[in-house]
């Protein structure tokens, strides 16, 4: 029991630090899926009010202009930009939310 346990820990440790370097997470929450269906889309609209803390009907249409994809969704929301920008964005970052975020967003100066 003792060594499955470590495996399993191990095989975790690995899953995890390979999502987030292919850019298949923001903050501690898994944001790389597409809303194919009811429960999928609930799961998205629950982690897109998480991370950005905007209402559930604000989550909704933002899902809906975004095809269902979450990330798109996302850059949307946070960035405060059109679902065609927040695209454009993620395209540009290889799929990485935070930089495309930081692509969307006006520097400081």
Same mark, same amino acid.
């Given at each position: ?15 995890? *630090? *390979? ?7 923001? =903050?501690?929450?898994?944001? =790389?899926?597409?809303?194919?269906? $009811? ?12 991370? *950005?803390?905007? *209402?559930?009907?604000?989550? @909704? ?7 269902? @994809? ?5 850059? %949307?929301?946070?960035? @405060?930009? @059109?679902? /065609?920008? $927040?695209?454009?964005?993620? /395209? %540009? =970052?290889?799929? %990485?939310?935070?930089?495309?975020? /930081? ?5 400081? =100066?």
């Amino acid at each position: 029991m003792k060594a499955g346990t470590a495996q399993k820990m191990v095989l975790t440790a690995f899953s995890t *630090t *390979t999502m987030v370097k292919l850019g298949r997470t923001y =903050s501690n929450l898994m944001v =790389s899926m597409l809303a194919t269906n $009811a429960k999928l889309r609930g799961r998205t609209l629950r982690i897109l009010q998480e991370a *950005t803390g905007a *209402t559930e009907q604000a989550c @909704d249409a933002a899902l809906t202009a975004a095809g269902g @994809d979450l990330k798109i969704a996302l850059v %949307h929301l946070l960035g @405060d930009v @059109d679902v /065609d920008i $927040a695209a454009t964005a993620l /395209d %540009h =970052s290889g799929g %990485h939310v935070r930089a495309a975020l /930081d692509e969307v967003r006006p520097r400081a =100066s």
